[in-house]
Structure formats: C-alpha cells, structure tokens
C-alpha cells in the first residue's frame, strides 16, 4: 500500500512549516510511466505529499516541490496529455479520458507545494499545450509555472530534441506571463547547447544529465550549467539508474547530492529526484496495520509540562493523537517535549524520522 503510517506522519508533521518565501526548492518528477512503481501502480497523494516534505526538510529554506509531467511523449510527433480533451482536436495532441491531475494538485494546494507543469511536446505547438494546460489548472495556487522538457521538442525530426532560439524562448515566456504574470517557464535539457544562446529573461534553467562516474564528477558538469546561466537560477534532476552505482553509497544520497549542489553553485536554486527511483529513497510499503500496538506509557512532568524521550534521540518529529486517532500537537523536537495547552488524560504519541516511526501511550495528568 502507497498510504502508510509514516506518510499520513511525515505530511502531520511538516505541513505547518511556512513556505511562502523560501528560497530554495526541493521535491520530486513524478510521470505516469508506471513502470517506475511498485506493481505498476502510480503512488497516491499521500505518497507525493511525504516525498515532497521529506525532500525540503533535509536542507533550510527550502520549499516542497514538483516537476509534474502532464504530457508524455508517443510517438510520431506526438504527445498524449493525461486529461480529457476540452471538445477540440490539435494536431500531435492526443488526451486521455480523465482528468489525472486535479485531484492531486488540490493536496499540493493545501501543503504548500510548488509545482511546474511539464510537457514532452513533440511537434505539438507549445503556445497550444501551454493554453490547454495552464488554463487547466491556474486556479491551483501550488502551481507556479510551466515546464519544457526540450529533448523531447521534435524528437521525430532532431537527436536530443530541436535547439530553442532566443526567440522562441522569449515568445514562450511572454506568453505563459500573459496567463499569469507571476508563472516563471523552466526549459530542461542535459546539455546548454540546447539552449537559447542568449535570451534569459526569468527563465529557470534545469539540467537532467546523468551517467557520471561520481559525485564529483556530477558536481564539475552542474556547476558548468549553473556558469552558463550565471544571472538566473538554476535547478537540476537527478536520481537516475545510470548514477545509483555511486549515489546508493551515501546514507542519504539526496541530501549529499543537494548539499554538495549548493555549496558549489551560486544559483542553485533547486533539486527533484526522480520517479525512476523514488521509492528506492522513500519507501511505500509501510502499511498502518503493521504498526505495533503502544506497550509503554510516557507521563508528563505535571510540573514543567514536558517529556524528555532519552531513549529516542534519533527521532526528531512527533505528531499527539486522542485514541480516535485525531490529530491533537505535532511538531518538532531536539531533546524533549513540552506542552502546556492539551488537556489531561490518555493520548498516543508517535515519534518518527524519515525512516521509521514508534508509537507510546501518553498519559497527561
């Protein structure tokens, strides 16, 4: 099951930290290529929210973010959206029969996530996927801008995708502002000479190379993307196969990829792992019924109103329920805990990481 325990905990837990300005983003490409999932079957929004909130709580100032891909590439030019057709027809655009997004972006909306919209276009026209996507869904506030993955622009007719020109990046931009003066585009490619050769506007540019030899090696490449775009920020994608022969050493490999990212880069501005390995960083197979039954009772200090877990020291979040499992305190803690507004009586509280959770009787007198 993709809805466990630790989800549910992880998104109680971090869905109060304030996310309005902080100038860093971290989170997650997610597709519907199935096959990047357990049993082919697309994580649900409780899945996203955790990996979103995990992924900016390892680094500071840093928002939970998505690149969502809402249109993959077919074949032959063509591109298929995964949502219904407004009742027109455009060339190289196919649709699916339901909506596999709305859903979804209205749980982003509540967690204060910031999600772009991608496309793989094909040889669909871009002011057209851009219309039909972004007026699709502008009423989400998580959504903060449209995405172009350009390896796939014309992909039938030039290896890599076609090189953009500073006027094609230039009518793009100005015609997502005209939908919302705030969207920012991100153009994606693993090499710069894909990209315009001199428009910048306030373009975020996103490097998805991969197949280095280390993390080193990863660094040197990334850092000469961020150069080549030195007045706008940059963003990189990362996670593949290709790579996991050296980042799977790390103990936490997003968190050493990210932190040696942006201590080299001047303007890194983000970091999304991919969905080809997501549920190798963040598991999904923990299921709420597998969780043991609370054995061992915590009694607060009626006198300081706190409890100091010894024993749990490399857990640092907490989330209090009543026995009906409603939500009473969460929040964060270094060496104890200290309440003074929950009334007296039994409580569960669990304490957890981003790997692993335990659950106590707690007794308040």
């Known amino acids: 099951m993709c809805c466990s325990f630790l989800i549910a905990f992880q998104a109680f837990v971090l869905i109060g930290q304030n996310t309005a300005n902080c100038p860093y983003v971290a989170g997650f490409r997610a597709s519907r290529i199935l096959s990047s999932y357990p049993n082919n079957q697309f994580p649900n929004q409780d899945y996203w929210t955790y990996v979103g909130h995990a992924m900016a709580e390892k680094f500071d100032s840093t928002c939970p973010a998505a690149v969502w891909i809402v249109s993959l590439y077919q074949s032959n030019g063509n591109t298929k ?4 057709s407004n009742g027109s027809s455009y060339p190289y655009i196919q649709f699916s029969t339901t909506d596999q997004n709305e859903a979804y972006l209205s749980r982003f909306d509540q967690e204060g996530f910031k999600v772009w919209l991608q496309v793989e276009p094909g040889a669909a026209n871009i002011d057209t996927l851009m219309s039909l996507v972004m007026n699709r869904y502008k009423h989400h506030p998580c959504v903060v801008g449209f995405g172009i993955d350009v390896e796939w622009l014309n992909t039938h007719l030039y290896s890599g995708g076609q090189h953009v020109n500073d006027s094609m990046a230039q ?4 015609y997502l502002k005209n939908v919302d003066s705030t969207y920012t585009l991100f153009l ?3 090499s710069y000479n894909w990209m315009p050769p001199s428009y910048r506007g306030n373009i975020l540019f996103i490097d998805d ?5 280390s993390l080193n090696a990863m660094k040197n490449e990334f850092k000469a993307w961020g150069n080549h775009f030195p007045a706008n920020k940059v963003a990189f994608q990362v996670g593949y196969k290709a790579d996991t022969v050296w980042w799977k050493q790390y103990a936490d490999p997003p968190l050493a990829i990210g932190n040696t990212l942006r201590s080299n880069i001047p303007n890194y501005y983000g970091l999304f792992w991919v969905d080809f390995t997501i549920c190798q960083i963040f598991d999904i197979s923990v299921d709420i019924h597998h969780i043991a039954q609370p054995s061992f009772e915590y009694v607060m200090d009626p006198f300081t109103h706190c409890i100091q877990p010894n024993e749990l020291m490399n857990y640092t979040y907490y989330v209090i329920t009543d026995l009906n499992g409603k939500v009473i305190e969460k ?4 060496d104890k805990i200290c309440l003074s507004s929950i009334r007296q009586g039994f409580y569960l509280i669990t304490f957890a990481n981003h790997q692993t ?6 007794l308040i007198k």
């Open 81 to 84: 959206l995964n949502f219904p």
């Open 171 to 174: 009518h793009w931009e100005n």
């Open 188 to 190: 994606k490619h693993y």
């Open 209 to 213: 190379s991969q197949g280095f030899s």
């Open 331 to 334: 929040g964060s803690f270094a």
């Open 357 to 362: 959770a335990k659950t106590y009787k707690l």
